[in-house]
């Protein structure tokens, strides 16, 4: 029960990666509060938590929205008390489009969920930390934050700002008890791929693909939700500001 009694926020937990963060982590022991636009999802997710014991609040979230975020620190220190550990997960993709086919408000879009969101949600966060100078960010970023050729423009951006984030907060508040580390996983099965890459540029994703003959395999969304637990629990105490890779070895051609 590596995270007994630890209150933890997770953005996107409707499905994918932030469904498998947000089960993992209440099975851990964790009294998990589940973010996303789709509350049916997220109900269904804590109505399966209640039948084996565990402990998952449902928050309707749009990222994109600074009432709902403020709307969902309020809930958290109102129900619990206090906010332990935040996992950014939260994230869409743009498509393919390089930066001569990009349009102001894909651009908008995908930097306010995937970037301004997750600044936004962890400021809020990060006052309540200070209190009582403990907690731990997770931020899941993307190996399209670590290389210009996994996505378009707008997506590639966002996730290096995350992972610029990521390295400031770490080092920022590493002497006020706070820990900041990012996850970037590679190719793996969620819907983010089906929806994110429904009509891509034709040009963008010719390029964007042109390395995936190096990809040894498709990773599952448990696999990297236990890269996360890793970073959000003691085992990883001395372990901030940094960027574990999740991609089976993509990376490494």
Do not use: H
Not at 85 to 104: K, Q
Not at 154 to 160: E, G, I, V
């Amino acid at each position: 029960m590596k995270l007994q009694d630890k209150v933890a926020i997770v953005t996107g937990a409707s499905a994918g990666m932030g469904k498998a963060i947000a089960q993992l982590f209440a099975a851990e022991g964790a009294r998990v509060i589940a973010l996303a636009r789709r509350f049916d999802r997220l109900q269904a997710l804590a109505d399966e938590a209640k039948g084996k014991g565990q402990s998952i609040l449902p928050l309707q979230c749009d990222m994109a929205d600074e009432a709902d975020i403020g709307r969902v620190v309020q809930t958290a220190l109102e129900q619990f008390g206090g906010i332990d550990v935040l996992i950014n997960n939260a994230g869409i993709m743009d498509n393919m489009v390089p930066l001569d086919e990009l349009e102001d408000e894909l651009w908008e879009r995908v930097i306010s969920v995937n970037l301004t969101g997750p600044m936004k949600l962890t400021r809020s966060v990060l006052r309540e930390m200070l209190k009582k100078e403990s907690g731990v960010i997770v931020n899941v970023a993307s190996v399209g934050g670590l290389n210009g050729c996994r996505a378009g423009a707008a997506y590639t951006t966002s996730k290096f700002g995350l992972v610029g984030l990521t390295k400031n907060i770490g080092f920022a508040y590493a002497k006020r008890g706070i820990r900041c580390n990012a996850v970037c996983p590679g190719g793996v099965a969620t819907e983010i791929g089906e929806v994110g890459i429904s009509n891509p540029s034709k040009f963008g994703l010719e390029r964007a693909m042109s390395g995936v003959g190096s990809n040894p395999g498709e990773g599952q969304p448990e696999d990297i939700a236990t890269a996360v637990l890793f970073l959000a629990c003691d085992d990883s105490r001395f372990i901030n500001g940094a960027t574990l890779v999740a991609d089976g070895g993509w990376t490494a051609y």
